[in-house]
């Protein structure tokens, strides 16, 4: 039988008394067991043989309590949800007032702590891509409610000149990616407290960028500026065979194919025969081009590094000069070329963020790609002069936040976002959140 075969029995449906304390032992430690498995595994590489044998005990067991490894990844889902809504309902007022940020920053502690007990769901639950499970409705479900709830709360604390929807999506947005950074050590941040400081900082201007800097003096000051660093990302590209035109042509459709499908899909949702259909060839001549389908991403990654290392570095050249304007324009000339990139490859970022792939060439292009346009990021803030504390990796953080999550997350809305629409919000988060102070002298290019 496959796992979507197999049916609990009547007797063990969570709080049956029939399950008693010993069941009710078991249940809890194959939930335990799984989302550590999640961690380091993923969902697609833990099966149900091996939570089975991680919680001591046997599939037909496990199959008693559960029908299916996607069953237990949804009531770590519920577990979750309910943290954060227990967080939710107890968050304060806000506004630019010295009460508003602290309500903001204890909210923000509050959400780094869930976030650490339920890692692994924060980074999958947009991820789990298998076929007939009812998984990915049930997060975006969530998550529209729990923005809902934000918006409400915005909404009464008088936000202004930002829609409060298009508020809540961009602050729970961030707040999800920064923390996942944060938690996997993708770019360098500071300690849990100060990283939380800088990330309550950067969420109250967004929010509230008329914030008067006395707000902050309950912060310890920041360390000392980031020293620069390398922004290039040279990406060692082996040397292709030489092909004729026809078969260049065959290759360029197979990985336009593969990127239009991991996005629609996921990289774990599409198999070979998808590939093949959708680019309109057979299998053969799929296997003649490529090993398997993790070759495929290993091309589109590579692909995806390229661009990213040149859009790198023109952000890292990106000169402010103090007047608004024209900052804006700079910047979102910048971000009209970034969000189809984004959107293009989508499937292979979502593929680096899962955490899953162990293939190391994957690793390290999701590790140096972020790490690129970090540095870039700090050039970029650093020439802005504040009287308020923000550390300037946490600051850069943000950035790659805005721009590593914020065009997924406008997607999943539901609404047919269009491209102007998306960098319209990721320029208010920057230049509200991050570009909040008096320009200054570019610093130095050299590293």
């Not at 249940?27 to 089975?52: D, P, Q």
């Not at 954060?84 to 204890?106: K, S, Y």
Request: one cysteine or more; hydrophobic letters at 45%; charged letters at 20%.
């Amino acid at each position: 039988m496959s796992d979507g075969e197999i049916l609990r029995r009547d007797g063990y449906w969570p709080s049956s008394p029939v399950v008693g304390r010993r069941g009710a032992q078991t249940r809890r430690r194959i939930v335990a067991e799984t989302l550590k498995l999640f961690e380091t595994h993923g969902f697609h590489g833990t099966s149900v043989e091996s939570i089975a044998k991680a919680a001591g005990t046997s599939r037909a067991t496990l199959y008693q309590y559960f029908g299916s490894k996607e069953q237990i990844f949804v009531e770590l889902l519920d577990e979750c949800g309910a943290a954060l809504m227990r967080v939710v309902r107890r968050l304060g007022p806000l506004g630019p007032t010295a009460e508003g940020f602290d309500n903001l920053h204890w909210w923000l502690g509050e959400w780094a702590w869930v976030y650490d007990r339920y890692a692994t769901m924060f980074v999958q639950w947009a991820n789990i891509d298998t076929p007939g499970t009812a998984v990915q409705p049930m997060v975006l479900g969530f998550v529209r409610s729990y923005n809902a709830r934000i918006a409400s709360r915005l909404a009464s604390s008088g936000v202004e000149d930002m829609d409060p929807d298009s508020a809540s999506l961009a602050l729970t947005s961030l707040v999800h990616r920064f923390n996942y950074f944060r938690h996997r050590g993708n770019v360098p941040l500071p300690s849990l407290d100060e990283a939380t400081d800088g990330l309550a900082v950067a969420m109250q201007l967004m929010l509230f960028p008329d914030t008067p800097s006395e707000v902050f003096v309950q912060l310890p000051p920041v360390r000392s500026r980031p020293a620069l660093r390398p922004v290039a990302d040279p990406v060692e590209i082996a040397p292709a065979p030489e092909l004729s035109a026809r078969a260049a042509a065959t290759v360029g459709d197979i990985v336009a194919a593969g990127a239009r499908l991991f996005a629609e899909r996921g990289y774990h949702g599409t198999g070979v025969d998808d590939l093949v259909t959708e680019a309109g060839f057979a299998r053969a001549t799929f296997y003649k081009y490529f090993d398997d389908k993790l070759d495929l991403l290993r091309r589109l990654s590579t692909e995806a590094r390229v661009i990213s290392a040149g859009l790198a570095e023109r952000l890292a050249a990106l000169e402010l000069t103090g007047e608004e304007a024209a900052d804006r324009a700079a910047l979102r000339a910048w971000l009209a070329d970034f969000v189809p990139f984004h959107r293009h490859y989508v499937g292979v970022f979502r593929s680096w963020v899962e955490g899953g792939l162990t293939d190391p060439g994957l690793v390290a292009a999701a590790e140096r790609s972020n790490s690129a346009v970090h540095a870039a990021a700090v050039r970029l803030l650093m020439q802005v002069e504040r009287d308020y504390p923000l550390d300037l990796d946490v600051a850069a953080g943000v950035f790659v936040a805005v721009l590593d999550r914020m065009p997924d997350a406008v997607l999943e809305t539901g609404q047919d976002a269009s491209n102007d629409a998306i960098v319209d919000l990721m320029l208010d988060a920057i230049m509200r959140g991050l570009l909040n102070g008096h320009v200054v002298a570019r610093p130095s290019v050299t590293s």
